[in-house]
């Protein structure tokens, strides 16, 4: 295997990532196994090119970029985290809370010692 072909798979790792999707989920969308995904993923098998552009498509960029022909890789994903989730970690908890405060019409939210504003 040279290094191109393992560029591709850890290129879709990386894209993956960065979009936050899953394996499985990926795997569906390009109409493979998770099992294939993850040995591409790993570089013990090479992703044959007629699969480029599926991965490009679910992965939200170009088969360009996961051969690696574009020196960009993708920033690192950027987690914006709901003030109200520093206290309540579920996030069923803390969406309920800030559907509550919303139709509530609180503008200004107090728990211990800290006031979140919008």
Request: a positive charge; proline letters at 8%; glycine letters at 4%.
């Amino acid at each position: 295997m040279n290094f191109n072909e393992k560029t591709v798979g850890i290129n879709i790792r990386k894209y993956r990532l960065y979009n936050e999707l899953n394996q499985h989920w990926l795997a569906k969308q390009v109409g493979i196994s998770r099992k294939t995904l993850i040995a591409y993923e790993k570089g013990y098998s090479t992703v044959p090119p007629h699969l480029y552009n599926c991965f490009a498509q679910a992965l939200s960029t170009t088969a360009e970029r996961l051969l690696g022909n574009i020196n960009t890789t993708p920033p690192p994903p950027i987690k914006l985290i709901n003030p109200i989730q520093k206290f309540y970690p579920s996030t069923s908890t803390s969406l309920l809370l800030l559907q509550k405060a919303m139709l509530a019409g609180i503008s200004t939210l107090m728990f211990p010692n800290v006031a979140l504003l919008h």
